[in-house]
């Protein structure tokens, strides 16, 4: 079992940052795929970014350039930072882990969830 807990989240205006976080906690957490998703109201799942073991990342093309995620493996955590945020990245931001990072993006493949927590941008 694997334990997530996101925080961070927030209400900013269009432009601003917001840097959220995931610990994890349980059997070998370190050593799994962690990947961060979002959702919006009547929307799916969107895959948002995830990193490897080894601190290889994958972005969404609607993020790259602007978010940024990272981990802590000392810490047991993985962040995600986001800039320039704008009102279409309002959601939910949930984070995952599962073993393999690929393929990333499919939420169905994912084993273990946080709660989510949410991020809304004003414009």
């Known amino acids: 079992q694997v334990q997530l807990v996101e925080s961070g989240g927030g209400s900013v205006q269009s432009g601003g940052s917001l840097r959220l976080s995931c610990a994890a906690s349980?059997?070998?957490?370190?050593?799994?795929?962690m990947g961060w998703f979002r959702q919006a109201p009547g929307k799916e799942r969107q895959a948002v970014a995830s990193?490897?073991?080894?601190?290889?990342?994958t972005y969404a093309d609607s993020v790259r350039g602007r978010f940024t995620m990272s981990q802590e493996k000392d810490e047991d955590t993985v962040h995600l930072q986001m800039n320039s945020l704008q009102p279409e990245d309002t959601a939910t931001y949930y984070c995952?882990?599962?073993?393999?990072?690929?393929?990333?993006?499919?939420?169905?493949?994912?084993?273990?969830w946080g709660q989510g927590t949410q991020v809304t941008v004003s414009s």
């Open positions: 349980g059997s070998a957490s370190s050593s799994w795929c």
């Open positions: 990193i490897t073991t080894q601190g290889s990342t």
């Open positions: 995952a882990a599962k073993v393999f990072c690929v393929p990333w993006a499919n939420a169905g493949d994912y084993t273990y």
